[in-house]
Every structure is written in structure tokens, then in C-alpha cells.
């Protein structure tokens, strides 16, 4: 009875802290490629739970105890534990969604100009979110030009992304649920599947394989992104988490000393900036110290010429298709110039005629685009 009661006892403590563990940032936890492991812990956890309680009160229940309040000492070590890695720990009771998304045009808006932004377009509706926000809350799901869309952002990685929440045809609802690599990871309500926020894609679970649709979004500056979308709305804060945002603006500065969320100053280090593109079948990260000394890059990428641009705030980043490979841009203050041709920073035509194709582009740590972009380029 004794064996019984301690296997019992350290077998849940272990299996609590384990279920934790494995998909939170902690030492060694994120280098390992245990999700499939984590999932499936997690999928039963309740089994594990029961079996490991029934040998606890079966091996107390004949163990002949010498003093009376020896088990309630153990009993009081494991409620606790269990207590701390499941509403303390957990990555949805650290990081809640928001309450209500309050949305507020140029001239009611009380976010700081200077912050930055994650704006989309849609339908010619456009909205701007604050990484102010989204650092915290992870995800926010809102509707913009009637479209239901999934915003979200991981400060580990410092990936922006957009996607489209659908499953199995339908809007769907996510909860954050941990991370992988450092990545943040959503659950969906339907299937329980784990969904990486840096690409989308379902890593585990009964939708592993499958990919959220992707929309196109953009980072910028607050100042910039109304510059160039003077009519947008820009999300503020919800009031029941006016705490917990960042008022310190390091983090998208790259000041802060985290651990997790500082930044290298140097490039090609684990926390360097990266600018990361995609062109066709192709990737390629770009090295932000260097953009931001250039200002402008024209380059190859799967057989296509591009330029990445730099804004004059250093903060507000594009890239775009040349469909003109004679004839190499210049950036003129924040006016990109082709010949004769004039375009805004954001690639739009200045007198008329075709604006530019857009490419899908991110900041990012160089850790995060080279793990989930395996196969890119520098």
C-alpha cells in the first residue's frame, strides 16, 4: 500500500508539471520536439488524473500513517502544485482575449502615434492593432470589411500574423493554449487541434497538416498607418486589462532586457531583427541592420525581382514585385521612384495608373523565421 500511494502521489505530481512544462517557455522545454507527446498528455489528461488519484486514496486509505496529519501535508504539497501549473502557469490564465475590441477613428484615438501597428485592409475598410495589445492578449478576433479575421502576435518570436479562422467552413473560436519553439500555439473549439501562430498551421491533433488562410497585414507605425490610411480605425484598450499592456514601449523598440523578448543589436544573432519575404515558392530573410541602412533593396527571389523598403520612421517596412527588371527602384524620402514613375511607400500609384503588388513580408527574431522557415534564404 505504501508503494502504491507514493507512485500514485508523485506519479500526478510529475504528470501536472510535465503537462506544463512541455509547452511552456521553460529550460530546455522549447528545444524539444515533444508536441505530439504534450497533445497527447493533454488529450487525456483526465484518465491520468483519476488513475493516479485512485492509487493515492487507495494506498492512504491502508497506509498505516504514525502521525495523522502526515497525509494532509501531502494532500495540501500536490493541491497546490496542481493549483499553480493549471490556473497560474497556464498560458490562458496568464493571457486572456479581450473582453470587447473598441475600435476608435483617427480623431478619437488615444494610442500613442509613435507605437506599432498591425494593420489590415479589407473591402476598403481598413483597422490598425496596436502590438501594445496583441502582445498581451496574443489573438484578437474581429471583422473587417465583413471578413471574420484572427490578429495575431507572438513577443518570443516577434511574429505579426493574420489569418482567416475558419474550420471546416466556419468562423471559428481559438483559446491561446501554450507554445512550441517559442511560438505561441491556439487551440480551436471544435477540434482541440494546436494551431503554430507563426504559420497557421494545425501541429498536432485531428487537423494536423492543415493551414489557416493567411491575410495580407501589414507593420507599421501608428503615424505612418494613417498616413496612408487616413480613414482607418485603430483598436484601443479594453479597460479590464488597462494593467497589463506595456507602457514601456522597449519591447518594440528593442530595449528590452528579457530574456525571452529582448533584442541583439547585432546581426545574425538568435534575437537580431530579421525582415523575412515570401515570392512564389521562395523565402528570404533580410538583415535589418542592414535595410536600415540602405534604406531600399532591390534583389531576386524564385526568378522574381523585388524591393524591400524601409520608411522614414525606421519602423514602417514593405516589399513589392518589380515587374520591370530594366529599370531598378530609388526611394526618394518616403517616394518610391521608377523612371518617371511615382508610388507612395505602401506601393500605391502617386498619379494614377497601377500600383505595385504587394509581397508578403515580417519582422522577426532570426531564431523564429529560421525554425519555421526552414528552407529560407539570407
Same mark, same amino acid.
Given at each position: 500500500?505504501?508503494?502504491?500511494?507514493?507512485?500514485?502521489?508523485?506519479?500526478?505530481?510529475?504528470?501536472?508539471?510535465?503537462?506544463?512544462?512541455?509547452?511552456?517557455?521553460?529550460?530546455?522545454?522549447?528545444?524539444?520536439?515533444?508536441?505530439?507527446?504534450?497533445?497527447?498528455?493533454?488529450?487525456?489528461?483526465?484518465?491520468?488524473?483519476?488513475?493516479?488519484?485512485?492509487?493515492?486514496?487507495?494506498?492512504?486509505?491502508?497506509?498505516?500513517?504514525?502521525?495523522?496529519?502526515?497525509?494532509?501535508?501531502?494532500?495540501?504539497?500536490?493541491?497546490?502544485?496542481?493549483?499553480?501549473?493549471?490556473?497560474?502557469?497556464?498560458?490562458?490564465?496568464?493571457?486572456?482575449?479581450?473582453?470587447?475590441?473598441?475600435?476608435?477613428?483617427?480623431?478619437?484615438?488615444?494610442?500613442?502615434?509613435?507605437?506599432?501597428?498591425?494593420?489590415?485592409?479589407?473591402?476598403?475598410?481598413?483597422?490598425?492593432?496596436?502590438?501594445?495589445?496583441?502582445?498581451?492578449?496574443?489573438?484578437?478576433?474581429?471583422?473587417?470589411?465583413?471578413?471574420?479575421?484572427?490578429?495575431?502576435?507572438?513577443?518570443?518570436?516577434?511574429?505579426?500574423?493574420?489569418?482567416?479562422?475558419?474550420?471546416?467552413?466556419?468562423?471559428?473560436?481559438?483559446?491561446?493554449?501554450?507554445?512550441?519553439?517559442?511560438?505561441?500555439?491556439?487551440?480551436?473549439?471544435?477540434?482541440?487541434?494546436?494551431?503554430?501562430?507563426?504559420?497557421?498551421?494545425?501541429?498536432?491533433?485531428?487537423?494536423?497538416?492543415?493551414?489557416?488562410?493567411?491575410?495580407?497585414?501589414?507593420?507599421?507605425?501608428?503615424?505612418?498607418? $494613417? !498616413?496612408?490610411?487616413?480613414? +482607418? #480605425?485603430?483598436?484601443? @484598450?479594453?479597460?479590464?486589462?488597462? /494593467?497589463?499592456?506595456?507602457?514601456?514601449?522597449?519591447?518594440?523598440?528593442?530595449?528590452?532586457?528579457?530574456?525571452?523578448?529582448?533584442?541583439?543589436?547585432?546581426?545574425?544573432?538568435?534575437?537580431?531583427?530579421?525582415?523575412?519575404?515570401?515570392?512564389?515558392?521562395?523565402?528570404?530573410?533580410?538583415?535589418?541592420?542592414?535595410?536600415?541602412?540602405?534604406?531600399?533593396?532591390?534583389?531576386?527571389?524564385?526568378?522574381?525581382?523585388?524591393?524591400?523598403? $524601409? !520608411?522614414?520612421?525606421?519602423? +514602417? #517596412?514593405?516589399?513589392? @514585385?518589380?515587374?520591370?527588371?530594366? /529599370?531598378?527602384?530609388?526611394?526618394?524620402?518616403?517616394?518610391?521612384?521608377?523612371?518617371?514613375?511615382?508610388?507612395?511607400?505602401?506601393?500605391?500609384?502617386?498619379?494614377?495608373?497601377?500600383?505595385?503588388?504587394?509581397?508578403?513580408?515580417?519582422?522577426?527574431?532570426?531564431?523564429?523565421?529560421?525554425?519555421?522557415?526552414?528552407?529560407?534564404?539570407?
Amino acid at each position: 500500500m505504501k508503494k502504491i500511494f507514493y507512485a500514485g502521489f508523485f506519479g500526478l505530481l510529475f504528470f501536472e508539471i510535465l503537462n506544463v512544462y512541455l509547452i511552456m517557455p521553460m529550460p530546455g522545454s522549447q528545444q524539444m520536439n515533444s508536441i505530439d507527446v504534450a497533445y497527447f498528455l493533454y488529450q487525456w489528461r483526465w484518465a491520468f488524473r483519476i488513475v493516479f488519484a485512485a492509487m493515492i486514496i487507495v494506498g492512504a486509505y491502508k497506509f498505516e500513517w504514525k502521525r495523522w496529519w502526515t497525509p494532509l501535508l501531502f494532500l495540501l504539497l500536490l493541491v497546490s502544485v496542481i493549483y499553480i501549473v493549471n490556473f497560474q502557469m497556464a498560458a490562458d490564465h496568464m493571457f486572456y482575449k479581450p473582453t470587447q475590441v473598441v475600435m476608435a477613428n483617427e480623431t478619437n484615438n488615444k494610442v500613442d502615434s509613435g507605437r506599432l501597428v498591425i494593420g489590415v485592409v479589407n473591402n476598403g475598410e481598413a483597422k490598425a492593432y496596436p502590438i501594445r495589445f496583441l502582445g498581451y492578449h496574443h489573438q484578437v478576433q474581429d471583422t473587417v470589411g465583413g471578413k471574420p479575421l484572427l490578429i495575431t502576435y507572438c513577443t518570443v518570436c516577434r511574429t505579426g500574423r493574420v489569418y482567416e479562422p475558419i474550420v471546416y467552413g466556419k468562423p471559428e473560436q481559438f483559446r491561446l493554449v501554450g507554445m512550441d519553439h517559442f511560438n505561441a500555439m491556439l487551440e480551436d473549439a471544435t477540434t482541440k487541434s494546436w494551431w503554430r501562430q507563426a504559420t497557421g498551421e494545425a501541429i498536432t491533433g485531428k487537423l494536423k497538416g492543415q493551414r489557416l488562410p493567411e491575410f495580407f497585414s501589414t507593420q507599421t507605425s501608428l503615424t505612418k498607418w $494613417l !498616413a496612408l490610411n487616413p480613414n +482607418s #480605425f485603430v483598436m484601443q @484598450e479594453d479597460p479590464a486589462f488597462k /494593467n497589463e499592456y506595456d507602457t514601456t514601449g522597449k519591447f518594440e523598440s528593442g530595449k528590452s532586457t528579457s530574456k525571452l523578448t529582448g533584442t541583439d543589436s547585432l546581426s545574425w544573432k538568435n534575437k537580431s531583427w530579421v525582415i523575412g519575404v515570401k515570392a512564389g515558392k521562395e523565402k528570404k530573410a533580410y538583415d535589418w541592420n542592414q535595410l536600415k541602412e540602405k534604406r531600399i533593396i532591390n534583389d531576386t527571389l524564385d526568378g522574381k525581382n523585388i524591393i524591400l523598403v $524601409l !520608411a522614414q520612421d525606421d519602423k +514602417s #517596412f514593405f516589399a513589392f @514585385e518589380n515587374t520591370d527588371p530594366a /529599370n531598378s527602384f530609388a526611394l526618394n524620402n518616403d517616394t518610391l521612384v521608377q523612371n518617371k514613375l511615382k508610388y507612395t511607400v505602401d506601393g500605391k500609384a502617386v498619379e494614377g495608373g497601377k500600383s505595385l503588388k504587394a509581397l508578403p513580408v515580417y519582422q522577426e527574431f532570426w531564431h523564429s523565421w529560421r525554425t519555421f522557415n526552414p528552407e529560407t534564404k539570407k
